[in-house]
C-alpha cells in the first residue's frame, strides 16, 4: 500500500512537471532552443528529478523537447526550413478529422464542440489573442476527438501545437479585434455541416479554412524574415 501511495505521488509529481513546461513552452515563456535546467526547475517545483526525467520523456515524445547527445535537453527548435511539410500535414489533418466526425459523432461531442466555439468567440471578443490561439486549437481538437481515431487524435495535437507556438512567436503583437471573426464564421458552417453529417461539405470548409491558416502563418513568417533582414 505504501509503494501504491509512492508511486501515485510519482505520477501526480510527473504530471505537475509535465503541464508546466508544456504550457510554458507553447506560450514560449521557454523560447525554441532554452535549455532546460533541471535542477532548477526541481528547486521552483519542490520535488526530486525523478518525476521531472519522466514529465521530459513524454514531452520529447510530443516532440516539444529534444535531448542532445550530452543528455541535456532543449525545447525543441521550430523547423522553419521545412514548414512545406508542416503546411501539407496540417492541412491534411484538418479535412481528415473533420470528415470523420461527421461521420462518427455523437450528440456529447457535438456539445464538446459548440462549448470550445463558445470559448473562442468569448476570447475573440475580450481581444485576448493567447486564449484565441489555445482555444481554436481546443476547437479543432474537438472535432478529433469527435471522428474518434486516437492516431489521427495525437497527430494533430502534435500539429496544433507546432502552429501554436508559431503564431504565438509572431502573431501577438498584430491583432486587431474585429467581430464577426471570420474563424467564429467559419467555426460554425463546418459546425453545422458535421451536425448535418455531411462528409463532402465538411471537407471542401476544412480545407478552406486550412488553407487561411496556412496563408495567416506565412505571411507573418515572410513580415518577420522582411523586418529583421531588410534588403
Do not use: K
Request: charged fraction near 25%; glycine fraction near 4%; include cysteine.
Amino acid at each position: 500500500m505504501a509503494e501504491e501511495r509512492q508511486e501515485r505521488r510519482r505520477g501526480e509529481g510527473a504530471r505537475l512537471v509535465y503541464d508546466t513546461l508544456r504550457d510554458e513552452i507553447l506560450n514560449l515563456t521557454l523560447p525554441p532552443g532554452e535549455a532546460i535546467d533541471e535542477i532548477g526547475l526541481a528547486e521552483r517545483l519542490s520535488m526530486s528529478r525523478t518525476p521531472i526525467r519522466e514529465a521530459l520523456v513524454r514531452l520529447a515524445g510530443d516532440g516539444l523537447v529534444l535531448t542532445l547527445p550530452n543528455r541535456s535537453t532543449v525545447v525543441a527548435p521550430i523547423d522553419f526550413l521545412n514548414l512545406h511539410h508542416f503546411y501539407d500535414a496540417l492541412t491534411l489533418m484538418y479535412r481528415v478529422t473533420t470528415r470523420l466526425a461527421a461521420e462518427h459523432h455523437r450528440p456529447a461531442d457535438l456539445e464538446a464542440i459548440q462549448a470550445r466555439q463558445a470559448e473562442f468567440a468569448a476570447a475573440v471578443t475580450a481581444g485576448d489573442e493567447m486564449s484565441m490561439i489555445a482555444t481554436n486549437r481546443n476547437f479543432h481538437l474537438a472535432i478529433a476527438e469527435a471522428g474518434g481515431n486516437p492516431y489521427y487524435i495525437q497527430l494533430f495535437t502534435r500539429l496544433l501545437d507546432e502552429g501554436r507556438r508559431i503564431l504565438r512567436l509572431y502573431y501577438y503583437p498584430s491583432f486587431q479585434p474585429s467581430l464577426p471573426h471570420p474563424y467564429i464564421t467559419e467555426h460554425a458552417a463546418m459546425i453545422a455541416a458535421i451536425t448535418a453529417r455531411d462528409v463532402a461539405e465538411c471537407d471542401r470548409l476544412a480545407t478552406a479554412h486550412a488553407n487561411q491558416i496556412v496563408q495567416q502563418i506565412r505571411a507573418l513568417v515572410a513580415r518577420d524574415t522582411r523586418q529583421n533582414h531588410p534588403l
